[in-house]
Nanobody, 130 residues
Framework: EVQLVESGGGWVQAGGSLRLSCAAAGFTFDDYGIGWVRQAPGKEREGVSCISVSDGSTYYADSVKGRFTISSDNAKNTVYLQMNSLKPEDTAVYYC???????????????????????WGQGTQVTVSS
């Protein structure tokens, strides 16, 4: 059974930084694409970023490119999302998600993210105040 547990959310002022962690278990970590999806109050879920663990390829929505960095520690089966220069519009619940098919799981077309992950964590709240 795929298990994804997020941590690291919290409250921060605009311009600040947070690092989210996603601890994964129950599957072969190296075989998966693992990413982050967020949902702001009253809005649909939005793809943020994804990493192909096997080769380290990374993908970002235009809205976070240059500010967020996704990485993985394969020894710890953990994926991180370093979020810098945070803005109030980054306020959302952030979900870690995973899928064996990385191409299906996350793509960016004309700057817009598309996602279709098969497994999800429970989410962690990020609040950015102005």
């Amino acid at each position: 059974e795929v298990q994804l547990v997020e941590s690291g959310g919290g409250w921060v002022q605009a311009g600040g930084s947070l690092r989210l962690s996603c601890a994964a278990a129950g599957f072969t970590f190296d075989d998966y694409g693992i990413g982050w999806v967020r949902q702001a109050p009253g809005k649909e879920r939005e793809g943020v970023s994804c990493i192909s663990v096997s080769d380290g390829s990374t993908y970002y929505a235009d809205s976070v490119k240059g500010r967020f960095t996704i990485s993985s520690d394969n020894a710890k089966n953990t994926v991180y999302l370093q979020m810098n220069s945070l803005k109030p519009e980054d306020t959302a619940v952030y979900y870690c998600a995973a899928d064996y098919d990385r191409d299906k799981a996350f793509s960016v077309v004309a700057g817009l993210p598309y996602f279709d992950f098969g497994s999800w964590g429970q989410g962690t709240q990020v609040t950015v105040s102005s």
